[in-house]
């Protein structure tokens, strides 16, 4: 255990001491279980101002659990990313059966991060949580992710317990009817959910910098565990690129698009991106876990009705109102590096970053 009775990552170098960090707010989970006020008011405000926030596992059964699961999943995602090519080509998202085309494996390279063209520097593994719940028949992948499915299910449906948990207490914070939002995330709906493995080599010195481009999540909440410095947030109000440091203990947690169409704005989904780990770490290979929480496939992403979400001002335009599935689609499939790929495919597919969008 390291200062403040949490665990630590010995065998990493350090995050650099003299870097500018976002100031996050830290969340205990086990107050949030046992529905503390102020810690509830806490979780509305930053869901209403930065979109980002640690959440501190330790001292609850259920958070050391979600906590030790992640890091007997790093161990398996290293072993993932070290599979032969035709191990993981076998469920390459673009050929694998079923997939539409996002899940699986993605390699090197094959995704654009700006409209410029530039080519992601990231590997990535998505597993369906519908895959590893068994909502629907599993997707073809490798015998190494199989043998090790019930750690996905522990962990999985844990982090959604987690969530559930926050989306109940979205629900009392914006004066909506109990269970709205998580009646709009239940297990065992087929859902865009899923367990995200996701590295980065060190990139050489002359030519080190963003690794994954500036993006919103496209769902609700996501849940991540990284290991090294290398995320970045941009801060309110600013056009910079402030890092958010790793902090062993507690998952970093953020609300995704569709919290912000659900409230007509009044939560926030951060731009983020992932650059080379800065100082003592720029020589790692970076790994970071990620379970993504999305509405189900079929639910609309347009404004609730209903508490704090009526005195929010209308839109001038009508909502789009594509249902999750299709969001997630259009999001998720136009950067492909692909013949057809036009900077204009890159801006149509952006999220609800609205006036704030910084892709340099
Ligand atoms: O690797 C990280 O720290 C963040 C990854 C991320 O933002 C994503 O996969 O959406
Ligand atoms: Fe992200």
Redesign the pocket.
């Known amino acids: 255990m390291g200062d403040a009775g949490l665990p630590s990552y010995p065998s990493l170098p350090p995050f650099p001491d003299d870097i500018e960090t976002a100031p996050l707010v830290t969340l205990q989970l086990k107050k949030l279980l046992a529905s503390d006020p102020e810690e509830m008011a806490a979780l509305f405000k930053c869901g209403k101002e930065l979109g980002f926030f640690y959440l501190n596992l330790m001292g609850c059964e259920q958070g050391e659990k979600l906590f030790y699961d992640a890091q007997s999943l790093l161990r398996l995602e290293k072993q993932f990313f070290d599979l032969p090519p035709e191990e993981k080509a076998m469920c390459d998202r673009d050929t694998l059966k079923g997939a539409n085309g996002y899940y699986g494996y993605k390699g090197m390279g094959k995704s654009i991060m700006d409209a410029k063209g530039t080519k992601d520097k990231?590997e990535?593994y998505n597993l369906k949580k519908d895959d590893i719940v068994g909502n629907t028949e599993p997707l073809d992948r490798p015998q190494l992710i199989s043998d090790n499915i019930d750690l996905f299910r522990s962990y999985a449906t844990n982090a959604q317990s987690i969530i559930t948990l926050l989306l109940k207490h979205f629900d009392t914070l914006l004066g909506l009817p109990p269970n709205t939002l998580p009646n709009l995330h239940r297990l065992h709906a087929e859902s865009g959910d899923h367990v995200?493995f996701?590295t980065?080599p060190p990139q050489p010195p002359e030519d080190r910098g963003v690794n994954?481009g500036a993006?919103t999540?496209f769902g609700s909440l996501?849940v991540?565990f990284?290991w090294l410095g290398?995320?970045q947030v941009q801060l309110p109000g600013r056009t910079d690129w402030t890092y958010?440091r790793?902090v062993p203990g507690c998952a970093?947690v953020?609300l995704g698009d569709a919290m912000v169409k659900f409230t007509a704005g009044l939560l926030r989904s951060n731009i983020?991106?992932?650059v080379n780990p800065p100082g003592a770490q720029a020589e790692e290979t970076?790994y970071?876990l990620?379970y993504?929480s999305r509405p189900e496939d079929t639910v609309p992403l347009k404004r609730l009705k209903g508490g704090l979400i009526d005195l929010q001002p209308q839109a001038a335009e009508p909502e789009e109102g594509l249902t999750s599935k299709e969001w997630i689609l259009k999001r998720g499939l136009a950067n492909k590096v692909a013949p057809d790929w036009t900077p204009q495919k890159f801006l149509e597919s952006r999220g609800t970053e609205g006036g704030r969008e910084a892709y340099d």
């Open positions: 990231h990535c995200r996701l980065a994954a993006h999540d996501t991540l990284n290398g995320l958010v790793p970093i953020n983020h991106r992932v970076r970071s990620v993504f």
